[in-house]
């Protein structure tokens, strides 16, 4: 059974910075391209960042471009995304999704506000 789970979310005041973790199990992850995505309240799912299964591409949203960063960890079956430089607009659930399917997690809250 796949399992994603997220976790490392929290309250930071603008300006701030946070890393999210995606523990992966249940499928071979070093195979799989990885997203992050993402919802706010009262709006759609919205796409933030992809990485290849080799972790050697990564893609990013246009608004998060410059200051998010993902990797992976295929020896820890982990995915990660570092949140810098936060602004109020990023408040939203933070998903893992394995590539190629519309399996996520259950999400990690991140709330930007001072």
């Known amino acids: 059974e796949v399992q994603l789970v997220e976790s490392g979310g929290g309250l930071v005041q603008p300006g701030g910075s946070l890393r999210l973790s995606c523990a992966a199990s249940?499928?071979?992850?070093?195979?799989?391209?990885m997203n992050w995505v993402r919802q706010a309240p009262g709006k759609e799912l919205e796409w933030v960042s992809t990485?290849?299964?080799?972790?050697?591409?990564?893609y990013y949203a246009n608004s998060v471009k410059g200051r998010f960063a993902i990797s992976r960890d295929n020896a820890k079956n982990t995915l990660y995304l570092q949140l810098n430089s936060l602004k109020t607009e990023d408040t939203a659930r933070y998903y893992c999704?394995?590539?190629?399917?519309?399996?996520r997690g259950q999400g990690t809250q991140v709330t930007v506000s001072s």
């Open positions: 249940g499928f071979t992850f070093g195979h799989y391209d």
């Open positions: 990485i290849t299964s080799d972790g050697i591409s990564t």
């Open positions: 999704k394995q590539g190629g399917s519309n399996r």
